[in-house]
């Protein structure tokens, strides 16, 4: 094993040596390479007054090279913001300002001790840095039976992880007694990772405050029976909380730091967060019980491991979008500006309330699951079998939704104009009537 490796682990060691069980055989192995050309050419950038021949950049004096028909499309950024290299752990002050945003979002989460953000290539790319730190072949890794289908790509085919499911609802509820019942199953020893994504997508659910408090309550009281718990939260879609029964902050704050047999994860992005799905901003942030200083000497190691596997993959992120996010976080309208947008998407969900209430009679053919949040809702057919009935709503009536197994159909209001709504469920519900005949 590399030395600066073994340096990470025996770091991770002082602080909670659970937390070095959790990882996997890559997240052992793998560390920031701080020693060799990144940190020569950092040592240069700080002393080398004269001359700096260390970087595999092209400069003009202390400018980029650049070519001005690409930077004629990016007035007001200067090419060094641009078109430099960022760190592998990402831009100091989008990873400063993202950990304040999610401070101002989760007040809970005042006097938590939790990492500085590492900056990943989107969600997707976060989700699979977590795979990398902690799942082995073989390795349980369970989530609900509504899920992302990147989720199995991910852990299941890439990583060889044995993935199990619980069902996400018990009636016109979210299923916690089945998520206790088996969380109660995982035995002292057992290392299991657990996938939490609110809202969900593809229900658009998001638990209430109650529902929230008897999650993180199994999740904790397996953690202290000795079971190796990792929970990864998926927060994309967080903030798109709409019904005033939804749980409003993450249910990070409800875990973190509150077992040394819990180690608590939180995935995001700046993807949904600040509508820019294009930039591929993501982020993750660690916490465990026994990192109780903000200078803990696990958040480091942590945030070097997932630097090393940024480092190793794509190198860094883009230093251009990262600025961009930046520049958006710490202007003095984000927060409004946000709203303004959330508004909009809450009109369209009440858009999609408000049809099922005037049209009781599609349950006859379907009936919605629970949502009260984010970008989807799911409906679920009580004998159409789902593909089907998404051919024939593309064929016929040129429209275009998702079917998740043979009984389920993704709709994602979050791309509908508001007037456009309630005629999706009306040509559904005449799609079904077409082959029900």
Same mark, same amino acid.
């Given at each position: ?110 006097? #938590? ?106 999740? @904790? ?25 939804? &749980? ?14 819990? &180690? ?87 858009? #999609? #309330? ?22 989807? &809702?799911? @409906? ?44 999706v469920f009306e040509i559904i519900a005449q799609a079904c009537k077409d082959l029900a005949k």
């Amino acid at each position: 094993m590399n030395e600066l490796a073994s340096l990470l682990n025996e770091q991770i060691c002082s602080v909670n040596p659970v937390a070095f069980d959790m990882l996997s055989d890559l997240g052992k192995r793998i560390y920031f390479p701080s020693k060799g050309i990144l940190s020569q050419s950092g040592e240069a950038k700080k002393l080398a007054d004269k001359y700096n021949a260390t970087i595999g950049t092209a400069l003009n004096g202390k400018t980029a090279m650049n070519l001005p028909c690409l930077m004629d499309s990016l007035p007001g950024i200067s090419p060094n913001d641009a078109l430099l290299y960022a760190p592998s752990y990402g831009q100091k002050p989008l990873r400063e300002a993202w950990k304040a945003k999610l401070l101002h979002d989760n007040p809970s989460l005042k006097g #938590v001790n939790f990492s500085l953000p590492v900056v990943a290539n989107g969600l997707t790319h976060a989700l699979s840095l977590v795979g990398d730190l902690f799942v082995n072949a073989g390795d349980t890794v369970l989530m609900p039976n509504l899920n992302w289908d990147n989720y199995l790509l991910n852990f299941e085919d890439r990583l060889g992880a044995n993935l199990e499911f619980f069902t996400f609802f018990e009636g016109d509820h979210m299923n916690t007694r089945g998520f206790a019942e088996r969380m109660a199953k995982v035995a002292a020893g057992e290392k299991i990772l657990v996938i939490l994504n609110f809202p969900n997508n593809p229900t658009g659910y998001t638990p209430s405050e109650k529902e929230g408090n008897e999650l993180a309550s199994a999740l @904790i009281a397996a953690a202290e029976r000795g079971a190796k718990v990792i929970a990864l939260l998926d927060d994309a879609y967080f903030g798109l909380f709409y019904a005033e029964d939804a &749980m409003k902050e993450s249910l990070f704050c409800k875990i973190a730091g509150k077992s040394r047999n819990l &180690m608590a994860i939180k995935a995001d992005a700046a993807t949904k967060e600040c509508y820019v799905w294009g930039l591929r901003v993501g982020f993750l942030s660690f916490a465990i019980g026994g990192a109780d200083t903000p200078d803990s000497p696990f958040f480091a190691a942590m945030e070097a491991k997932a630097a090393g596997l940024v480092r190793a993959l794509v190198s860094n992120c883009s230093a251009l979008s990262q600025k961009l996010v930046t520049t958006a976080l710490t202007n003095p309208d984000f927060y409004a500006q946000r709203q303004g947008c959330a508004d909009i998407m809450r009109k369209r969900y009440e858009r #999609v #309330v408000e049809a099922f209430k005037k049209h009781p009679e599609y349950s006859e053919y379907f009936e919605a699951y629970p949502f009260n949040s984010g970008y989807f &809702m799911c @409906i679920h057919f009580h004998a159409l079998e789902a593909n089907t009935v998404r051919k024939h709503l593309l064929e016929k009536y040129g429209t275009g939704c998702i079917a998740l197994g043979k009984e389920n159909l993704r709709v994602a209001f979050s791309s509908l104009n508001e007037d456009q709504v309630e005629p999706v469920f009306e040509i559904i519900a005449q799609a079904c009537k077409d082959l029900a005949k």
